[in-house]
């Protein structure tokens, strides 16, 4: 008797967590990683060197603070909502400021579907701003697959606009699954038939380690005063102009 209402337990548990996925409702813990810094022939033995030398260790470091923390990303029905580990709000070190150089991607994002709303927070040092990201990402969807988390994921790779700069793109290569029909992912990359698992980039890898149902947060927007791409490349050239 005891064995059937485990079994029955476990079966409920199982549908509802199930429903909660088709009905978008459910929270993804990512894992964050920056790549290993190659050095150039062509660098070796030139001043630029010992930066990359100390990128290379800052790297260490970094993926170190990151171990044991997750960015998460809560949706629910049409909106989802993005966030870093609780220390990178309050965190102002050094190092955390070269996590994000190199991670380059914002912390914060707030997505709307229904609305066809994606607002991100950047923080610009001096102050934070908001940013309405218009781009429609064009994906090319593959037929490779592979396992992660017990889902049958497939790759896609697409070219996304590169924020303070004009004209630049960074190629991403992500791993998305029909399993849970919600064409959300982490940070402000999404718009793909199922949730994204995983992003890899030239500099960084994301990839989810967890999925909780229901959503621990509900998604609201960040802020109403937003600014727009030439509010950045505004700024990229203020500092340039800094710098001679």
Same mark, same amino acid.
């Given at each position: 008797?005891?064995?059937?209402?485990?079994?029955?337990?476990?079966?409920?548990?199982?549908?509802?967590?199930?429903?909660?996925?088709? &009905?978008?409702?459910?929270?993804?813990?990512?894992?964050?990683?920056?790549?290993?810094?190659?050095?150039?022939?062509?660098? +070796?033995?030139?001043?630029?060197?010992?930066?990359?030398?100390?990128?290379?260790?800052? +790297?260490?470091?970094?993926?170190?603070?990151?171990?044991?923390?997750?960015?998460?990303?809560?949706?629910?029905?049409?909106?989802?909502?993005?966030?870093?580990?609780?220390?990178?709000?309050?965190?102002?070190?050094?190092?955390?400021?070269?996590?994000?150089?190199?991670?380059?991607?914002?912390?914060? $994002?707030?997505?709307?579907?229904?609305?066809?709303?994606?607002?991100?927070?950047?923080?610009?040092?001096?102050?934070?701003?908001?940013?309405?990201?218009?781009?429609?990402?064009?994906?090319?969807?593959?037929?490779?697959? %592979?396992?992660?988390?017990?889902?049958?994921? &497939?790759?896609?790779?697409?070219? $996304?606009?590169?924020?303070?700069?004009?004209?630049?793109?960074?190629?991403?290569?992500?791993?998305?699954?029909?399993?849970?029909?919600?064409?959300?992912?982490?940070?402000?990359?999404?718009?793909?038939?199922?949730?994204?698992?995983?992003?890899?980039? %030239?500099?960084?890898?994301?990839?989810?380690?967890?999925?909780?149902?229901?959503?621990?947060?509900?998604?609201?927007?960040?802020?109403?005063?937003?600014?727009?791409?030439?509010?950045?490349?505004?700024?990229?050239?203020?500092?340039?102009?800094?710098?001679?």
């Amino acid at each position: 008797m005891l064995r059937n209402e485990i079994k029955i337990t476990l079966i409920v548990i199982l549908i509802s967590h199930c429903a909660a996925l088709a &009905q978008c409702d459910f929270q993804i813990k990512y894992k964050a990683s920056i790549n290993e810094i190659v050095i150039e022939d062509s660098i +070796r033995q030139t001043d630029q060197e010992k930066h990359f030398v100390f990128a290379q260790k800052m +790297r260490v470091k970094i993926n170190a603070m990151y171990k044991d923390k997750s960015f998460t990303l809560d949706v629910k029905n049409d909106a989802s909502i993005f966030k870093p580990p609780t220390f990178m709000e309050v965190d102002n070190s050094t190092v955390l400021k070269l996590a994000d150089l190199f991670l380059s991607f914002p912390k914060k $994002v707030y997505i709307n579907k229904t609305q066809n709303l994606c607002i991100e927070e950047t923080d610009l040092g001096f102050e934070k701003v908001y940013y309405e990201n218009k781009q429609d990402i064009k994906w090319q969807i593959l037929k490779e697959e %592979k396992q992660i988390l017990g889902y049958t994921a &497939q790759k896609a790779i697409a070219q $996304v606009d590169v924020k303070f700069k004009e004209d630049e793109t960074q190629e991403f290569e992500v791993w998305f699954t029909k399993e849970i029909p919600c064409g959300f992912g982490p940070s402000n990359i999404h718009g793909l038939p199922g949730l994204i698992l995983e992003i890899n980039t %030239k500099n960084y890898n994301l990839k989810a380690h967890q999925v909780i149902t229901p959503a621990k947060e509900t998604p609201k927007p960040l802020s109403e005063d937003l600014v727009d791409k030439n509010y950045f490349i505004k700024m990229n050239d203020k500092v340039k102009e800094m710098k001679y």
